[in-house]
């Protein structure tokens, strides 16, 4: 069996991929790679939110708060993630997000699927549900 090993730094390998450090986005043979989950370490602004709300996610997230504040909006609620180790665990739920003071959060989503991304826009984050750009795929 070939052994594969990956190191890295999360917030500098993230910046490539939109925070994204592994899933289906990787390329095929790096150990990052996979079809089965995504993980992703972003460092948010405070005041920045997602450019998109996520609208017929079929998927499963965990978002981990490391630290800051950061509110993830769900239909007919928010939930407050206020100290470090809240999280919050959805499957198959439309969502949004902002960072209500600059935050680092740790996201988890399964499965690992193209097709989610949106373009930048000002003010926001390209981080919704949308048709994936030209070329390798960009993740959500």
Do not use: C, N
């Not at 450019?51 to 993830?72: C, D, H, K, P, Y």
């Amino acid at each position: 069996m070939t052994e594969l090993i990956y190191t890295g730094y999360a917030a500098d390998d993230a910046a490539e991929h939109r925070g994204w450090v592994l899933g289906h986005f990787m390329p095929p043979g790096d150990p990052r790679h996979s079809d089965a989950v995504e993980i992703k370490w972003a460092v948010h602004a405070r005041g920045e939110k997602r450019a998109q709300w996520v609208a017929g996610e079929q998927r499963t997230a965990a978002i981990f708060l490391i630290s800051g504040r950061f509110r993830v909006d769900l239909p007919g609620r928010s939930v407050v993630l206020d100290r470090p180790g809240a999280y919050v665990v959805f499957h198959g739920v439309d969502h949004s997000w902002v960072a209500e003071e600059q935050s680092t959060i740790l996201g988890v989503r399964w499965p690992s699927v193209a097709g989610y991304a949106v373009q930048d826009q000002p003010g926001t984050t390209a981080a919704g549900h949308g048709a994936a750009s030209a070329g390798r795929p960009v993740p959500a």
